[in-house]
């Protein structure tokens, strides 16, 4: 797991009470929303408990991401499973490697809706084929 830089907002009191002065608060709250980002993209994480999804890509941009790899790597017309994708040995330095399930799904959702790939899902099996 690599190591954050905490901003120094992290570091001031005020930036853990919500401010009552408007351009301030929408200044924390982009802050916020930054710290949150940046946390869950440098941890791999995606979830928040209470089951909150963080995207610091929307899932149109995963989905974009993930084909790319797959028109590079010559799996067009190729079925590969989504462990192959989230924890495989090809996609260890791709940015989706460890992406959390739930979200990887969702963006290959946007890729089958555009005809790029469809998703293969029955009792156990995970996968994906491209197009």
């Not at 260890?92 to 460890?98: P, T």
Request: hydrophobic share 40%.
């Amino acid at each position: 797991m690599s190591e954050i830089e905490w901003p120094w907002q992290y570091s001031f009191p005020p930036f853990f009470t919500l401010q009552p002065h408007a351009e301030t608060k929408e200044k924390q709250l982009s802050a916020w929303t930054s710290l949150v980002l940046n946390y869950y993209q440098s941890t791999k994480q995606s979830i928040l408990d209470q089951r909150w999804l963080i995207h610091w890509h929307t899932l149109e941009e995963w989905g974009n991401i993930v084909y790319n790899w797959a028109q590079e790597n010559g799996f067009i017309n190729s079925v590969c499973t989504l462990f192959e994708l989230t924890q495989g040995e090809n996609t260890v330095d791709q940015e989706f490697y460890g992406i959390d399930t739930e979200v990887l799904i969702r963006s290959l959702k946007t890729l089958e809706a555009q005809g790029k790939a469809e998703l293969i899902m029955f009792d156990d099996n995970q996968g994906v084929k491209f197009f």
